[in-house]
Nanobody, 119 residues
Framework: QVQLAESGGGLVQAGGSLRLSCTAS????????IGWFRQAPGKDRDIVAS????????TYSDSVKGRFTISTDSAEKQVYLQMNSLKPEDTAVYYC????????????WGQGTQVTVAS
């Protein structure tokens, strides 16, 4: 099955930048949509960005629009989340997930990577 692995999290000062990577392996193909989610302590897991591998279309939550950018290196089966102008409220565990065109649900998840933004 599809496996996902995130990397790139860490501690950064407010206003700084981080780039998260999500590497896919297994029977991953272009019919998937990749989403980046985050979950802060005591809060629900929310989607922050998504990318449709076929069309290249992207979506962003209002809270990150204009600061975060989702992109892909299709040859390497990697999806990136460039995060700029980070705020303390961006602190969370960030997950990437894959949604197939068949099930239309995010069935595959990575283990998550911690992002901490210090004020």
């Amino acid at each position: 099955q599809v496996q996902l692995a995130e990397s790139g999290g860490g501690l950064v000062q407010a206003g700084g930048s981080l780039r998260l990577s999500c590497t896919a392996s297994g029977p991953f193909n272009s019919r998937y949509t990749i989403g980046w989610f985050r979950q802060a302590p005591g809060k629900d897991r929310d989607i922050v960005a998504s990318l449709n591998w076929v069309s290249g279309s992207t979506t962003y939550s209002d809270s990150v629009k204009g600061r975060f950018t989702i992109s892909t290196d299709s040859a390497e089966k990697q999806v990136y989340l460039q995060m700029n102008s980070l705020k303390p409220e961006d602190t969370a565990v960030y997950y990437c997930a894959a949604k197939s065109a068949l099930t239309r649900t995010y069935d595959f998840w990575g283990q998550g990577t911690q992002v901490t933004v210090a004020s």
